[in-house]
């Protein structure tokens, strides 16, 4: 991951390192590889899967954490709402 290898920055690689470095309580490294996640590949799923994880525990309850949660919320929100517009429209 940390050499941008392309086959390692795909998937749950940052999601796993995001949760080894929460688990292992060190918070601003999982804040910054989540930052990571949130700049190049937050998939829709890791929303939920973070909120239930036991890796990221450490971090449900703070700020920070639900902010990174409501963003992606957010976005992928807009993105279903997309998706349904061209639907209706006949055009997906």
Do not use: C
């Given at each position: 991951?940390?050499?941008?290898r392309?086959?390692?920055a795909?998937g749950?690689?940052?999601?796993?390192?995001?949760g080894?470095?929460?688990?292992?309580?060190?918070?601003?490294k999982?804040?910054?590889?989540?930052?990571?996640?949130?700049?190049q590949?937050?998939?829709?799923?890791?929303i939920?899967y973070m909120?239930?994880d036991?890796?990221f525990s450490?971090?449900?309850?703070?700020?920070?954490?639900?902010?990174?949660?409501q963003r992606?919320?957010?976005?992928?929100t807009k993105?279903r709402a997309?998706i349904?517009?061209?639907?209706?429209?006949?055009e997906?």
């Open positions: 991951i940390r050499l941008k392309t086959r390692a795909v749950t690689s940052f999601y796993s390192l995001a080894t470095y929460a688990f292992l309580d060190q918070k601003e999982a804040y910054q590889t989540l930052h990571e996640m949130e700049d590949l937050f998939h829709g799923s890791f939920w909120q239930v036991p890796l450490n971090l449900w309850e703070e700020t920070e954490f639900k902010s990174i949660i992606q919320e957010k976005k992928y993105i997309e349904d517009r061209l639907e209706a429209a006949g997906l």
